[in-house]
């Protein structure tokens, strides 16, 4: 029974190149994300000054 081996997996150190790559790519991808985000918001804020300069609506409440 002595002469069986059991193949298990060795564990090594966190690689540094890996984690870089890792981290990396996920601070560009919440950095995009927000920036959609931003933009998105931008471009509502933009329609909105539009629509209120041209008198399509206003801010102050009608008055019944």
């Given at each position: ?18 984690e870089l790559?890792?981290?990396?790519a ?7 994300l ?7 918001e931008?471009?509502?804020?933009r ?5 209120l ?12």
């Amino acid at each position: 029974m002595a002469g069986h081996k059991v193949a298990h997996a060795t564990l090594k150190g966190p690689s540094v190149v890996k984690e870089l790559v890792i981290g990396l790519a996920l601070g560009l991808a919440a950095g995009g994300l927000w920036k959609m985000h931003h933009w998105n918001e931008q471009r509502k804020t933009r329609s909105f000054y539009d629509l209120l300069e041209r008198g399509e609506i206003s801010v102050v409440a009608a008055e019944e």
